[in-house]
């Protein structure tokens, strides 16, 4: 029987990275975030509520998300991150599900939900585990700083955000350290793969 199992973190702890072992071992990923820059594609009704909702500059010239504009909108601000969420969340949802179904269609020992807001989003109410990555906060603010170009406010403004990654790992059924290196990160993952196969 195929489980589910839910892959989360939180931001820049390196849950990517962990994502593309589980693909490499053979297991199906759906992806919550690609999913979602589906949804808010250009020409989307998703993409077209959000532009409706946050203004003009919600869009670029192409038609696509100003995502690093509408980044800082809401994540200094509760009232419009929630205003977001109830805009996308219904239909990411439902892509999500339709992911969900396809991903299991040849039945594989497990389908990996990669889903940032896990926790916030309830799906660990469908998932048979729920695997946490995690990092020392002064490694993920370095990593979110670098990766997304943000000044410390802003990178400390999006990991405030998500629910604290300590409440994650508590209520984690398998937590993966990703705080130190590849090759350490890597051991853990097949060690969790061996406990799928036998």
Avoid at 93 to 108: E, K, S, Y
Avoid at 140 to 149: C, E, K, W, Y
Avoid at 158 to 169: D, F, G, Y
Wanted: aromatic share 4%.
């Amino acid at each position: 029987m195929t489980q589910i199992i839910g892959l989360t973190g939180g931001i820049a702890t390196g849950k990517s990275t962990v994502s593309a072992m589980l693909a490499a071992a053979g297991l199906p990923i759906v992806d919550a975030d690609k999913i979602a820059w589906q949804v808010e594609g250009p020409g989307q009704p998703t993409t077209a509520k959000l532009a409706a909702h946050f203004g003009p500059k919600t869009l670029l010239a192409d038609g696509s998300l100003n995502r690093k504009w509408l980044g800082q909108q809401v994540f200094h601000d509760a009232d419009k991150l929630a205003a977001l969420t109830k805009i996308t969340r219904m239909p990411i949802q439902q892509a999500m599900f339709t992911a969900i179904v396809a991903a299991g269609a040849n039945r594989p020992a497990a389908v990996v939900l990669d889903v940032p807001l896990l926790y916030e989003g309830g799906w660990d109410h469908i998932c048979d585990q729920v695997i946490v990555v995690a990092a020392p906060e002064p490694v993920v603010l370095t990593r979110l700083m670098a990766r997304n170009g943000l000044s410390e406010a802003d990178a400390r403004a999006r990991m405030m955000s998500q629910l604290p990654l300590a409440e994650k790992v508590q209520r984690a059924d398998v937590v993966i350290d990703n705080g130190e290196n590849v090759d350490k990160t890597r051991t853990a993952v097949l060690k969790w793969l061996k406990t799928m196969i036998n």
